[in-house]
């Protein structure tokens, strides 16, 4: 069964996918495969570096990935620009791991974890969509706190993504990680017993 795993920035999506990996489930993760192709010597690094200029890599010839956020977030056809050039690759490779881990047998849990499948319009390729939900005010803290950003530049962030109450409502399972770990730990047990016994 191929699930797709999304959520808000800064919801702990990654604590889940790591509950999730240590039980059994082959995570394939986008942000890894976003990394992986924009390493230098990469065509389509070099094909961002042609669209917004050199000065997005950084000395030793990588992307320099916080000055792009900065760049894109506010400016959505920036973000779109970017968008364009990366995503189909991204979109082929995570196709192509979900494939390579569901061959492994007809029980296996695949679990395709997307920060933006609903922006993405990637929602039908998912049996089951999985939701790491905390509430929008949490959400702004955490991210605040993590990134070190002002109020202003988290909310940008924030407004760049599909609003974390609208994800909660599309999906089919929700993981509300606004409590203790041990809350959080209990529903992902609860969700693979749910999974599994489909």
């Not at 992986?36 to 389509?44: F, H, I, K, S, T």
């Not at 968008?83 to 192509?96: C, Q």
Request: hydrophobic share 40%.
């Amino acid at each position: 069964m191929r699930i797709g795993l999304t959520g808000g920035i800064a919801t702990g999506k990654s604590t889940v996918s790591r509950l999730l990996e240590a039980r059994g489930v082959r995570i394939v993760d986008a942000d890894v495969i976003a990394r992986d192709v924009m390493n230098p010597g990469q065509p389509l690094l070099a094909a961002v570096a042609e669209r917004f200029g050199p000065e997005f890599l950084l000395p030793e010839g990588g992307l320099d990935r916080r000055r792009m956020a900065e760049h894109i977030f506010n400016r959505p056809q920036e973000r779109e620009a970017l968008n364009a050039i990366v995503h189909p690759a991204i979109r082929a490779e995570i196709r192509r791991q979900v494939d390579a881990y569901e061959a492994e047998g007809p029980g296996t849990l695949v679990a395709a974890d997307i920060p933006l499948l609903y922006e993405s319009g990637l929602e039908e390729l998912y049996e089951k969509i999985v939701v790491v939900y905390v509430p929008r005010e949490l959400q702004l803290s955490r991210l605040m706190l993590r990134d070190g950003l002002s109020p202003e530049q988290a909310q940008g962030r924030l407004n760049a993504q599909l609003d974390i109450e609208d994800k909660k409502r599309r999906a089919d399972y929700v993981i509300d990680n606004s409590g203790s770990p041990e809350n959080t730990e209990r529903q992902v047990e609860r969700l693979l017993e749910s999974l599994r016994a489909r």
